[in-house]
């Protein structure tokens, strides 16, 4: 087992630069099954997650390697429809691979991805869209048509057939009307990719707006693909016959920069950020504004002033609000701000593991509901602490460069999963970090 072990005190200064979106390079990863052909990604991070999803397009039959910081990916001999439950369940993503596979052999199989650590996540809006546009879900080995469930056993498997409104079995998918009932990230992701090569238009209502949503489509598009409407409420795809392979690089990660962002508020720090893209942060940056903690542009590099910082109240919502995958790392911030803070998590059920672990450093906070009431304190001290998910192992090293005394972090393969090189970038800013092998 590793564990990170960091001494509080240091304030931030210096430049880090920003990696590129995992959010983003995930599905573009698994749009690479729509075509069959060579594909070249570049601003690719070196993180479990994108290992993980390499993993299951070589499991798909996908030659894929890591050249010189660039993912080359050949779909050429990809003829396999089986997503792993092995792989699947490690990283809930890999569901990506379902619209894909769907869109280009006609049918898919591939395990439920189950719940995590932050709430049951179902598929459901998924598998309903996936029906929406011709095809049928089965649970199992069976072609029986059911209706979405929000599955309690991952071991279950989706398979599913094009099959016309009649029940004839056609190949390919037909365009058609999708409402989303929830702003779904991945459910917009995989309904986005199914569509491209299906026959006629496909309108998704009540889509995602995250900007990995548009650098999806604009991949798509390169490939061919005719989508408009990405990063707005109602996206509209016209089916192509064919999507060819194409060069790209991916956007870089707006919430490890914000996470950067709150390390350099959190120290008093002066950090400047470069390679972010400052306008796919503007919830972020307006809270931390109306907080006393100054953002400024500096031609393309972001730079980071903290006043005075006071208590301010949060609440996740789709994106342009507030990200839910900022709301760990803001609650650190705000368990040593002066005041009493609300911060009130609207996307997943389960989403404030990090309290009890701040709580073991010294923090005063009490959930209730959907909301967690979070009073400043002077102070934070060490403590041996466990990471529980991604975002929640940022909070608790955020919370370790600040606190007093030596923070032990364990089970940080959570961190890894989503952060490239978090030690080696935050030494360089003068952090007292160092990850320990046990
Ligand atoms: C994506 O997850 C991100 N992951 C998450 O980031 C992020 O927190 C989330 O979007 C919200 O922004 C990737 O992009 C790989 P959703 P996703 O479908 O697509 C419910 C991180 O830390 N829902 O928008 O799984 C669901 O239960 C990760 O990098 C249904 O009910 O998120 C949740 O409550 C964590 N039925 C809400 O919608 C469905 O069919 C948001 O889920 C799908 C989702």
Do not use: W
């Amino acid at each position: 087992m590793q564990k990170i072990i960091i001494t509080g005190g240091e304030r931030l200064k210096g430049r880090v630069r920003i990696s590129g979106s995992k959010n983003a390079a995930l599905p573009i990863m698994a749009a690479t099954l729509l075509t069959n052909g060579v594909t070249t990604l570049s601003n690719i991070p070196r993180l479990k997650d994108v290992t993980t999803m390499a993993r299951v397009l070589r499991t798909l039959g996908a030659k894929v390697e890591f050249k010189e910081g660039r993912l080359k990916i050949d779909t050429t001999n990809v003829d396999r429809f089986l997503a792993p439950y092995n792989l699947v369940k490690t990283m809930r993503a890999s569901f990506l691979v379902f619209g894909p596979l769907l869109a280009k052999l006609g049918r898919a199989r591939v395990s439920l991805p189950g719940g995590c650590a932050i709430g049951s996540r179902p598929v459901d809006l998924h598998l309903r869209g996936f029906e929406e546009l011709g095809a049928e879900v089965s649970m199992g080995g069976g072609y029986t048509q059911v209706t979405p469930v929000r599955s309690k056993t991952p071991e279950a498997s989706a398979s599913l057939v094009a099959r016309t409104s009649n029940g004839v079995k056609r190949d390919g998918l037909l365009g058609a009307e999708i409402y989303l009932d929830f702003p779904s990230v991945g459910a917009t992701e995989n309904l986005m990719m199914a569509a491209t090569l299906a026959k006629g238009k496909t309108t998704i209502e009540n889509a995602a707006k995250e900007p990995e949503i548009v650098d999806l489509a604009n991949f798509l598009n390169k490939m061919g693909a005719k989508i408009k409407g990405a990063g707005r409420d109602t996206i509209r795809i016209e089916g192509v016959k064919e999507l060819k392979g194409t060069d790209y690089s991916i956007i870089p990660d707006r919430i490890e920069a914000g996470t950067y962002i709150i390390a350099s508020a959190i120290t008093r720090g002066d950090i400047i950020l470069e390679g972010a893209k400052i306008n796919h942060l503007e919830s972020l940056v307006t809270k931390l504004h109306e907080a006393g903690i100054e953002i400024e542009d500096e031609n393309g590099a972001i730079k980071v002033k903290a006043g005075r910082i006071k208590a301010v109240n949060v609440k996740t919502m789709p994106y342009p609000g507030f990200p839910t995958d900022m709301q760990a790392q803001f609650m650190a911030l705000m368990s040593i701000t002066p005041g009493i803070s609300i911060i009130t998590e609207t996307i997943f059920e389960n989403r404030f593991m990090h309290v009890s672990e701040l709580l073991r450093m010294g923090a005063d906070i009490k959930i209730e509901g959907s909301s967690a009431v979070v009073k400043g304190v002077k102070s934070l001290s060490e403590a041996p602490v466990m990471a529980t998910d991604l975002r929640a192992s940022a909070a608790l090293i955020l919370a370790g460069l600040i606190a007093k005394g030596k923070t032990e972090i364990s089970r940080i393969y959570h961190l890894d999963r989503g952060y490239e090189r978090i030690v080696e970038k935050l030494s360089n800013l003068g952090a007292k970090i160092e990850r320990i092998k046990q």
